[in-house]
């Protein structure tokens, strides 16, 4: 719960109070005091009278109504002090800075149970514990330096992590980047980084409201609410762009230790960070960065133009954007010619252009000029420029300022001599500009910007898959564990993933039998082990009855072996999809190259089921192997809207099959004409050991019911997933809409 309390309280008080600007409860009333808060700021000290000019009572049984409290006392006093402040003063928002709660031990966490059931009791807000406060335009409630610029259009910066915060806010100011607030969540016992943003989506004004948000996240609690909000923000013209750390085994170890809070799988969050449209950092340089691009005109093409006075820098940026999939084209032809007559003997124009270290603010200008209204080909332009400390670079930053108010075209400005110029750096960035300092940094914040995908459209693609038949099939297993090839095949011919041929038998004849109608080469596979390349359990090419017949009985030897599959051998290049559930998040589907290739290269994109099919060009297109897919080398392609469908289909029946844990189709075969599945495995649990797993399908509040008329002119139910947290609104909506069989209208309800 946020209220107008926290956000702009006319009162504040600072319980724990000091005169000591080194102790947390000293440095938050200064940066109060410096800040320029213009209510009513009160203290609270039991030895002093005044605190840094401040009135001080002795306790909180003293003060008068207050909107907002910030603690720094021990953890111990917080629930009484909570109680006393919520039950008699009014109090309606708290930000509790002190540690030793339940990132520490059990004791711990029981205060912050006690805390919250106060303050949910009182509705009132509750920031931290274990956090560095809260900052906005309004009041600066932090014990922390530095102070960023402040503005409504600033960025609206989230973190798990109050150094973090800090750091970044750190990084962020030598770049001239400014915010508009700072949330420094902590152990988000009420409040973590997803409220936030369901609040800034919720009561978003385009008019007022920053465009522009930064998260460091450390645990994703609820990712449901994560992928709706910062979607619908993005929808609405925001930029958001997060860490996600603790993706490394050892890293969720750290983050678990750090906050008390469990980290999640990598592939999840990179599958949910592409399906809201989030730029995802992996540093606090690249956050910052990336937000500093966020401020600019927004790019147009993917075509820079680099103007220089120094040769290496534009060899660096140019490797990086080329490695991000940007393009430094090569400038040649008579305009360029005519460019490079007006510079000094010896400039290069044929991109990066190098002015060489003696060129003027007059050549940056022209050459500004040219790619701007001469160069159709350059949609941007990228300018270095430092100095060793010869001459001063007033005059150069001068005309940046004013072709970056001009141009149409973004300009980009590297100014790395952040020390040698750093008066004429300060006086850019005084103008409201920011600075690139690190090119190559800037080239890794632009491709991953330019790379992100867009939103998802919140949609199931229900075109050729059985619903009802799925839920027979589901129901029909018999046991835990592996599903045995007949429910596999069964299960992909519901889903409308096309198969190869096959045929599963303990006997031997009808084994023969099958290969010589389908015609040999053959695969045979055993059936009944889990790696059957580890136990020899995989023989292709099988050329003759003879020999399938010997590889039979071997086969059926192997231990656990209960009978063996026959397929047509097949050709084509071998890809692989498959898909993990992941706890809060539901499915994580993966595609990329089949066969060894899955393990070795470890080249795989992600995708948060279901998936459209534009999620799913954007996984195969984001996949370093992707030049494989298209053909390469003579190699003809394999047909990519076959692939890009299966994904889709499989996506599809893992929303209605939940209780599959995870499943390989690997490989699948794929030629220019059509993809195939040839292997599937589905480690499968019953329903009743995973019911909890319905609760976390997204867009889903509620399900219902419309008209499906299948070939037979029979009704049978399909479902459309839509999240909501007003049920009953989507209720009348949805139903209106798609009226039931019977002309009724019915709503089924899912337990979360």
Not at 70 to 92: H, N, W
Not at 337 to 342: F, G, S, V, W, Y
Request: hydrophobic share 40%.
């Amino acid at each position: 719960m946020i209220t107008t309390q926290l956000l702009r309280p006319e009162s504040i008080v600072v319980v724990g109070a000091s005169n000591n600007v080194h102790k947390p409860g000293g440095a938050i009333l200064k940066n109060l005091i410096n800040g320029g808060y213009q209510g009513e700021l009160r203290a609270v000290n039991p030895k002093e009278k005044e605190v840094q000019g401040v009135p001080a009572f002795a306790d909180v049984k003293d003060l008068p109504d207050t909107d907002l409290a910030v603690l720094a006392v021990p953890a111990g006093l917080c629930p009484d002090i909570v109680e006393t402040l919520a039950g008699t003063k009014q109090t309606r928002a708290f930000i509790i800075l002190s540690a030793g709660f339940g990132e520490e031990t059990h004791e711990g966490a029981l205060l912050e149970e006690r805390i919250l059931e106060t303050v949910n009791k009182y509705g009132a807000s509750l920031i931290g514990p274990n956090c560095i406060g809260l900052m906005n335009t309004w009041h600066h409630s932090v014990f922390s330096q530095p102070i960023p610029n402040l503005n409504l259009k600033g960025v609206d910066l989230i973190s798990s992590s109050g150094a973090t915060a800090v750091f970044i806010l750190e990084s962020a100011v030598t770049k001239g980047l400014q915010f508009n607030s700072v949330w420094s969540v902590g152990n988000a016992k009420q409040i973590g980084v997803e409220d936030v943003l369901q609040f800034m989506d919720e009561n978003f004004d385009p008019e007022k409201d920053s465009h522009l948000k930064l998260l460091y996240i450390e645990s994703i609690q609820n990712p449901d609410r994560l992928l709706f909000h910062a979607s619908s923000l993005i929808r609405k013209g925001c930029k958001i762009a997060a860490i996600k750390a603790g993706s490394s085994e050892s890293g969720s170890r750290a983050a678990s230790s750090h906050t008390g809070a469990i980290a999640s799988s990598d592939s999840a969050v990179e599958a949910l960070f592409r399906k809201a449209g989030i730029v995802r950092c992996f540093s606090r340089e690249e956050l910052t960065t990336v937000g500093c691009v966020f401020t600019l005109p927004e790019l147009k093409g993917k075509n820079f133009a680099i103007i220089t006075h120094a040769g290496g820098p534009g060899v660096m940026l140019t490797d990086a954007l080329s490695k991000g999939g940007l393009n430094v084209p090569k400038l040649e032809g008579e305009v360029a010619e005519e460019l490079k007559a007006q510079l000094f003997p010896g400039a290069a124009v044929g991109n990066p252009i190098d002015i060489l270290a003696t060129g003027t603010p007059e050549h940056l200008r022209l050459c500004i000029d040219y790619c701007e209204e001469k160069l159709d080909n350059i949609d941007a332009m990228m300018a270095i420029f430092g100095t060793p400390g010869l001459v001063t670079m007033f005059e150069m930053y001068d005309v940046l300022h004013e072709k970056m108010q001009t141009c149409k075209k973004p300009i980009f400005p590297i100014l790395p001599s952040i020390n040698t110029a750093g008066a004429e750096v300060s006086a850019f960035l005084a103008k409201g500009h920011v600075n690139f300092a690190d090119e190559v940094t800037l080239g890794t914040a632009l491709s991953r910007i330019v790379n992100a995908p867009k939103p998802a459209v919140p949609e199931i693609e229900l075109f050729g898959v059985d619903v009802p038949r799925i839920r027979r099939i589901i129901d029909s297993i018999p046991e835990d564990g592996y599903i045995a090839p007949n429910y596999v095949q069964a299960l992909l011919h519901a889903a409308g993933i096309p198969l190869v041929d096959e045929f599963v038998s303990d006997n031997k004849e009808e084994i023969v039998a099958f290969a010589r109608r389908c015609g040999f080469p053959v695969v045979a596979k055993v059936v009944g082990p889990v790696h059957k390349s580890d136990v020899g359990g995989v023989v292709l090419n099988i050329k003759s009855e003879q020999h399938l017949a010997l590889e039979f009985d071997r086969m059926m030897q192997i231990p656990d072996a209960r009978a063996i599959m026959v397929q047509p051998m097949l050709k084509g290049t071998e890809l692989f999809v498959g898909a993990k559930y992941e706890e809060k998040f539901g499915h994580v589907v993966l595609c990329g190259l089949g066969g060894i290739f899955v393990e070795v290269l470890k080249d795989v994109s992600s995708g948060l089921a279901p998936l459209s099919y534009e999620e799913a060009y954007s996984m195969i297109h984001s996949l370093r192997a992707y030049k494989i897919i298209q053909g390469t080398r003579g190699q003809k392609g394999v047909n990519e809207d076959k692939f890009a469908e299966i994904i889709v289909r499989l996506s599809t029946l893992l929303r209605f099959a939940t209780e599959i844990k995870e499943m390989d189709i690997n490989p699948l075969l794929a030629t220019e004409k059509a993809v195939v599945a040839v292997d599937a495995a589905y480690p499968n649990r019953k329903i009743g050991l995973f019911f909890h797993s319905l609760r976390h399908i997204y867009y889903l509040s509620a399900v219902i019911l419309p008209t499906f008329g299948n070939s037979n002119g029979r009704i049978e139910n399909t479902y459309i997933y839509e999240e909501s947290s007003h049920i009953f609104n989507l209720f009348n909506r949805l139903s209106d809409r798609l009226p039931c069989a019977n002309g009724g209208r019915a709503l089924l309800f899912q337990k979360s």
